[in-house]
Each structure stands twice: as structure tokens, then as C-alpha cells.
């Protein structure tokens, strides 16, 4: 089954991507709160819900939310760097297994790079762009909203909070 954004079970898995942007006390709450009242009446949903709770929403889960929510309106949040790295990496190497001196020339050039890179980057202050420099705003301006409600309240549902938050930035 197709699970897009017009279909009940999609509509409910958008709520899912806010939960990286709350603190992590809100996250605990959210499964009991918010999510199980709510969730569609679906087997794989029950099931995936189980699964976030028991991995993810709970304090004896295997990544507690202290270790991946924050409210925050840090940019910095993916793991596409260090793909990069790797494919870049991966892609200076013609075979599986390449000879020892082409490996450590290349190890050396990745060594050099980063080093460049490092200093570079200490000596100046990084300036958002403009379209990233509104994206926190818009963030921060939401989140100090979030810190004045009562994240469970019926308003809070009725209002998808947590969606406004990730269609928009």
C-alpha cells in the first residue's frame, strides 16, 4: 500500500518528522499523547509505532531521544557530509583492491584537504545566506511559540504544530 500525503496513514506519518525538533521530555510523551490516540486504525502503523517507541521514544529505548531530539533551529542536522566523504573517497579508487601507494597517495591528498579545510574554516565566522538565515528565524520563532503552549492540548492537534514546522523550512 502506498502511504502518500493524502492518504489517513500518510497524513498521520508526516506528524512523525517533527519529532527531531522537540525536547527530548516532549518526545517521551508524544507515543501516549499524541500519537496512539490519533494513529489510524492500520495493522503497520500499530506496528511501526510499537517499533518507534521500543527504539526511539522511550528512556530505555536503544537511541533515546536525549541522544537525537533537540529543539533547536540548527541546520546541521544530516549525515550527507560524511556520505560525501565516502563516495568522494570511494571514488579515487579504481579497483577493490587498490595498491598500497595509490591508497596512501590518496590518503595523503584526503589528509592535506582536511587540513586546508580546518584552517580555513577557524579563521572566519560563516554567514548563513539569506534563505538559510530565514529558515532558523522562522524556526526560532516557532519554537519559542511551542515553549508557550501546552504541546498536548486539543489546540495543539487540531493546529499539526510539528507539520508547520517541517513544511516550511
Same mark, same amino acid.
Given at each position: 500500500?502506498?502511504?502518500?500525503?493524502?492518504?489517513?496513514?500518510?497524513?498521520?506519518?508526516?506528524?512523525?518528522?517533527?519529532?527531531?525538533?522537540?525536547?527530548?521530555?516532549?518526545?517521551?510523551?508524544?507515543?501516549?499523547?499524541?500519537?496512539?490516540?490519533?494513529?489510524?486504525?492500520?495493522?503497520?502503523?500499530?506496528?511501526?509505532?510499537?517499533?518507534?517507541?521500543?527504539?526511539?521514544?522511550?528512556?530505555?529505548?536503544?537511541?533515546?531521544?536525549?541522544?537525537?531530539?533537540?529543539?533547536?533551529?540548527?541546520?546541521?542536522?544530516?549525515?550527507?557530509?560524511?556520505?560525501?566523504?565516502?563516495?568522494?573517497?570511494?571514488?579515487?579508487?579504481?579497483?577493490?583492491?587498490?595498491? $598500497?601507494? *595509490? %591508497?596512501? #597517495?590518496?590518503?595523503?591528498?584526503?589528509?592535506?584537504?582536511?587540513?586546508?579545510?580546518? @584552517? !580555513?574554516?577557524?579563521?572566519?565566522?560563516?554567514?548563513?545566506?539569506?534563505?538559510?538565515?530565514?529558515?532558523?528565524?522562522?524556526?526560532?520563532?516557532?519554537?519559542?511559540?511551542?515553549?508557550? $503552549?501546552? *504541546? %498536548?492540548? #486539543?489546540?495543539?492537534?487540531?493546529?499539526?504544530?510539528?507539520?508547520?514546522?517541517?513544511? @516550511? !523550512?
Amino acid at each position: 500500500m502506498k502511504y502518500n500525503e493524502t492518504t489517513e496513514v500518510g497524513k498521520f506519518l508526516i506528524h512523525l518528522f517533527g519529532l527531531p525538533l522537540l525536547e527530548p521530555d516532549m518526545v517521551y510523551k508524544c507515543p501516549r499523547h499524541y500519537f496512539v490516540p490519533n494513529a489510524p486504525s492500520d495493522r503497520n502503523v500499530k506496528k511501526y509505532l510499537q517499533y518507534l517507541v521500543k527504539r526511539y521514544c522511550s528512556p530505555t529505548a536503544t537511541f533515546p531521544p536525549a541522544m537525537w531530539a533537540e529543539m533547536s533551529s540548527s541546520v546541521g542536522r544530516t549525515t550527507n557530509a560524511c556520505e560525501a566523504f565516502h563516495w568522494h573517497f570511494n571514488a579515487q579508487f579504481y579497483s577493490p583492491q587498490p595498491n $598500497i601507494f *595509490v %591508497f596512501l #597517495t590518496v590518503l595523503s591528498d584526503v589528509q592535506t584537504d582536511t587540513e586546508l579545510l580546518i @584552517r !580555513t574554516a577557524s579563521r572566519q565566522e560563516k554567514i548563513p545566506r539569506k534563505r538559510a538565515s530565514q529558515k532558523i528565524d522562522y524556526v526560532e520563532k516557532k519554537i519559542s511559540e511551542l515553549r508557550k $503552549i501546552d *504541546v %498536548f492540548s #486539543t489546540k495543539y492537534a487540531e493546529d499539526d504544530f510539528i507539520v508547520t514546522i517541517i513544511r @516550511r !523550512t
